[in-house]
């Protein structure tokens, strides 16, 4: 399988539930993104990721937890979501700062709906 | 401050051209991209540009103004298929996140 894939496609979940968002590269790159969109807004940056360290926390609740445990694999992890959290979570991943475009590359998205 | 816009819905007509705008404000430029996105799809990057001018990738182009802070996106030969949004997106040059518009609509009619 090429490219950026995300698990599971759709989920949905009570607030008091916990549950983690899954995202796997198979580009070689060394940076990984969590973003949120929601409808009618910009794609905001929630978390990035080098070389498997955070080097970006764009002031999310800690309600949202990510985990990078190699420069593939990509989690975040949610307990205690509200309501207004339902949105699509995108990741996304790059040649690491310095590369040729730094092109980011997105996956398929997260459908989350909190209940 | 940082502020992208771009139009929020057009259509067209299948086989025609159209032009979706961006202006943008960045404390610091290091290039501008263009993104697809089907709905309950990933977007798909489409172009970039960093320097002034037309990129031009089949049906596709894409030009820059840096001094204007404004680039447009160009789709000839419409095809139903276009029908997605485009989004726009700026790369900061001193932290080099990418700052996203809020996309545009494009529907495309028969």
């Known amino acids: 399988e090429t490219g950026v894939t995300q698990t599971p496609r759709h989920l949905v979940m009570g607030m008091t539930n916990k549950k983690s968002l899954k995202c796997e590269q198979h580009?070689?790159?060394?940076?990984m993104y969590w973003y949120k969109q929601s409808a009618k807004k910009p794609l905001e940056l929630m978390f990035v990721?080098?070389?498997?360290?955070?080097?970006e926390n764009n002031s999310v609740p800690s309600r949202f937890s990510p985990e990078c445990p190699n420069s593939s694999h990509l989690f975040l992890h949610l307990h205690t979501l509200q309501p207004e959290d339902s949105a699509l979570y995108l990741c996304?991943?790059?040649?690491?700062?310095?590369?040729?475009?730094?092109?980011?590359?997105f996956g398929p998205g997260t459908r989350l709906t909190v209940l | 401050g940082q502020n992208i816009d771009q139009p929020t819905e057009m259509t067209a007509t299948e086989g025609a051209i159209v032009q979706i705008n961006c202006t943008y404000q960045?404390?610091?430029?290091?290039?501008l991209f263009w993104y697809q996105q089907h709905a309950g799809e990933a977007p798909t990057f489409l172009s970039y540009?960093?320097?002034?001018g037309l990129e031009e990738k089949g049906r596709f182009s894409s030009f820059l103004s840096r001094s204007k802070g404004y680039s447009y996106l160009l789709l000839k030969e419409l095809q139903m298929k276009d029908s997605a949004s485009y989004l726009c997106?700026?790369?900061?040059?001193?932290?080099?996140?990418?700052?996203f518009g809020q996309g545009t609509t494009l529907q495309v009619k028969p």
């Open positions: 540009n960093v320097l002034d």
């Open positions: 990721y080098n070389f498997k360290e955070q080097t």
């Open positions: 997106a700026v790369r900061d040059t001193n932290t080099g996140k990418l700052i």
């Open positions: 580009l070689g790159h060394n940076a």
């Open positions: 996304a991943s790059s040649p690491p700062r310095g590369g040729t475009t730094d092109t980011q590359y």
């Open positions: 960045t404390s610091g430029f290091n290039g």
